[in-house]
């Protein structure tokens, strides 16, 4: 069974690659003629497809540029470690591409790992970075779900990945902690989230990307993906949104990272989980588009 990563029909038109240094992104590329781009990075073992709720309400006032990041979804899966410098260096590469005649600033907006992006990316290259928007992390510190502590150990974890295989509803409830309430989103959100999972569990490069990314973040993490001293010089224009209900990153995660960004905003979403894209999309929109 080879996954196909299917494109959600509302996004079908937005569709492009874009060779990246030596990297293939596969990329939404939505209302390229307006201004301010906006660009999406999603968390861990996600896709771009994260963003299909929030992409058609950003697209008629704003540029939206949401990729797969390298190792995930339709981009290519090099053999490599996975770590933030090489993320950030990707997602140089796709800025480079995509305005190669330099861009006055974007606005990032990165979920989970996708934030931990953003927020290297802009202190590495503030001039870059017009504003940023970090989603559900990068947790400096807070607690950990258990669950997912099994796969920092090699072999069992990939073991438990692999067990997903066995059944699709297994599979699909795997997804239950990230949302405050997979239940209540729209059916069809459910019936892609249902195949998309399945989808990823049967992906052995995405596997290895997975499980690559995570392990080098969170042996990081014990030293300190960020350190005080740069976070406290950070001068770009920052909002931090977090979902309440986050069992990946509680909500104490939001609040240390508030206090070790100077002037950031923080914002908690109620009735919402680790994914406010998903379960948010609307009050997540005018949070973006306002100002």
């Not at 067990?163 to 729209?186: I, N, T, V």
Request: proline content about 9%; glycine content about 6%; some cysteine.
């Amino acid at each position: 069974m080879k996954p196909q990563f299917k494109v959600p029909p509302i996004l079908e038109p937005h569709r492009r690659e874009v060779q990246a240094g030596s990297l293939r992104l596969f990329l939404y590329d939505a209302a390229p003629q307006k201004p301010s781009p906006l660009l999406l990075l999603h968390g861990l073992g996600d896709e771009a497809d994260s963003w299909q709720r929030l992409i058609p309400l950003l697209a008629p006032h704003r540029r939206v540029i949401a990729p797969d990041l390298p190792g995930f979804g339709r981009s290519d899966h090099p053999h490599r470690a996975y770590t933030l410098r090489f993320f950030t260096q990707t997602l140089r590469g796709l800025l480079e591409a995509l305005f190669p005649q330099g861009n006055s600033g974007v606005t990032l907006v990165g979920s989970s790992l996708g934030a931990a992006i953003a927020l290297r990316f802009a202190l590495e290259h503030p001039e870059r970075v017009e504003r940023l928007f970090l989603l559900d992390g990068p947790a400096l510190r807070g607690r950990l779900n258990p669950r997912l502590l099994l796969f920092l150990l090699p072999v069992l974890g990939e073991r438990l990945y692999n067990s997903f295989r066995r059944d699709q509803d297994l599979a699909y409830a795997s997804l239950r902690p990230y949302y405050h309430d997979l239940e209540a989103l729209p059916s069809e959100l459910q019936t892609f989230l249902r195949e998309r999972v399945w989808e990823r569990v049967w992906s052995d490069e995405q596997r290895r990307a997975y499980f690559s990314t995570y392990r080098w973040l969170m042996w990081q993490a014990l030293w300190g993906l960020f350190k005080p001293q740069e976070l406290r010089k950070l001068k770009i224009p920052t909002t931090i949104v977090w979902g309440e209900q986050d069992h990946i990153a509680p909500a104490d995660s939001a609040g240390a990272l508030a206090e070790a960004i100077p002037g950031s905003r923080l914002l908690m979403l109620r009735n919402c989980g680790h994914l406010p894209q998903q379960e948010k999309p609307e009050e997540l929109s005018r949070l973006l588009l306002e100002g």
